[in-house]
């Protein structure tokens, strides 16, 4: 749990390869004090997802097969959802 808060670690994660996505949810789902509260597969689903979501962290796959989705999807974020957080 977080020091202080005894919340659960809200993560999001972004990975292409399904395969991949579902061993890490397999990792994190043994720790006590993160869990997994979305998944997606580019950079448009997860910008959406961090909207509704609201994650803590956001484990984004930067080597993205397709054309700087993973650098344009962090921005967004970043952007549209940083500063609303606070």
């Known amino acids: 749990m977080r020091e202080g808060k005894g919340e659960r670690i ?11 996505r579902e061993g890490v949810v397999e990792i994190l789902a043994e720790e006590d004090d993160m869990t997994v509260v979305g998944e997606a597969e580019n950079g448009a689903q997860d910008v959406a997802l ?3 979501e609201k994650p803590d962290v956001v484990l984004l796959d930067v080597e993205m097969p397709w054309c700087n989705d993973s650098v344009v999807a962090s921005s967004s974020i970043h952007l549209a959802y940083h500063v609303n957080r606070r």
């Open 10 to 20: 809200r993560a999001l994660l972004v990975c292409c390869d399904a395969l991949f």
């Open 50 to 52: 961090a909207g509704v």
